[in-house]
Nanobody, 124 residues
Framework: QLQASGGGLVQAGGSLRLSCAASVRTLRSYDVAWFRQGPGKEREFVAAIRWSSGTTIHADSVKGRFTISKDTASNTVYLQMDRLKPEDTAVYYC???????????????????WGQGTQVTVSS
């Protein structure tokens, strides 16, 4: 089970940190990702981390502004979001999958486990 939190309302240029807590003993064999779905838009990949190696991948639209990271002790994945823009407004979901080659890490159909979503609203 995944529990996402940390969303809210922030002004453009501000920051938020999202958390995704996993209720499993270890995420060692998992990839964990953040996706988002804005109003009237399709769900899109934001960032992912391969737990075992720490390899991270970020979408071009957030590269340099968002950072995905993990805390092994608490089985939690974070998404630090800086320099937020109004177009970042969306419901953000964390998701997890086991296995899979790294080149497919950004495809949501590959993820079997999903959190409930947390709303991020960026005002201009």
């Amino acid at each position: 089970q995944l529990q996402a939190s940390g969303g809210g309302l922030v002004q453009a240029g501000g920051s938020l940190r999202l958390s995704c807590a996993a209720s499993v003993r270890t995420l060692r064999s998992y990839d964990v990702a953040w996706f988002r779905q804005g109003p009237g838009k399709e769900r899109e990949f934001v960032a992912a981390i391969r737990w075992s190696s720490g390899t991270t991948i970020h979408a071009d639209s957030v590269k340099g502004r968002f950072t995905i990271s993990k805390d092994t002790a608490s089985n939690t994945v974070y998404l630090q979001m800086d320099r937020l823009k109004p177009e970042d407004t969306a419901v953000y979901y964390c998701a997890a999958r086991t296995g899979g080659i790294l080149s497919t890490i950004r495809y949501d159909v590959r993820y079997a486990y999903w959190g409930q979503g947390t709303q991020v609203t960026v005002s201009s």
